[in-house]
């Protein structure tokens, strides 16, 4: 089983904010490939499905961006899965808006949902890099992320989280140049340089 984790913060206040791309992204696949309900498990909203053949459960932590590892380590342990089994899916500061990479392993970049999974499983999880642009200075981090998405951002946001969506059995199956080049493919019309 794959555990696929979109961070964010819970509650109608944060839904659109730039720091909750995560939920909004397993919010689509969830949708896109008719998950059953959300129910809570784990300290989280969890769904589980099928992406193709691979058998996933959704998880959206309900422990708060900066906790989130608490939840994943919870599910994780439950059903003895490795960091390779966990992807993540948040946002990215070091990417222009609407860029998306992957990544396994590495750093957490002072982002404090990957440093709190980092600390309850280590650092060796998969990770999609959901570019959410930088406001330019280190003291606007905080009102950046945690401010909601300009009316103008739809334009790349919302065909971003379809191409996710789209993709996604690529990336349950471990094909990140495949999911890769399916984004890019889907979002080719919406990107910014």
Excluded: C
Excluded at 35 to 47: D, G, L, M, T
Excluded at 71 to 94: G, Q, S
Excluded at 150 to 174: C, E, F, Q, R, S
């Amino acid at each position: 089983m794959l555990l696929l984790v979109g961070l964010g913060n819970p509650g109608d206040q944060y839904y659109d904010n730039r720091h909750n791309v995560g939920f909004m992204a397993v919010d689509e696949i969830v949708r896109r490939h008719r998950f059953p309900p959300w129910r809570r498990k784990f300290q989280a909203e969890v769904s589980e499905g099928f992406l193709g053949v691979a058998k996933v459960m959704a998880m959206k932590p309900q422990t708060f961006m900066n906790r989130s590892g608490q939840a994943v380590a919870e599910a994780a342990r439950f059903y003895k899965l490795a960091p390779a089994d966990v992807v993540v899916l948040h946002d990215e500061l070091d990417l222009a808006p609407g860029k998306l990479r992957i990544k396994q392993g590495g750093g957490h970049a002072g982002h404090n949902g990957l440093r709190d999974i980092e600390r309850h499983i280590g650092p060796d999880f998969r990770r999609v890099r959901i570019g959410i642009g930088h406001p330019g200075a280190k003291h606007l981090v905080t009102n950046y992320v945690l401010s909601d998405f300009a009316k103008a951002d739809d334009v790349w946001l919302d065909p971003l989280l379809d191409a996710i969506a789209d993709a996604a059995p690529h990336l349950a199956t471990g094909q990140d140049e495949k999911f890769m080049s399916r984004v890019a493919l889907l979002t080719q019309d919406t990107q910014k340089d």
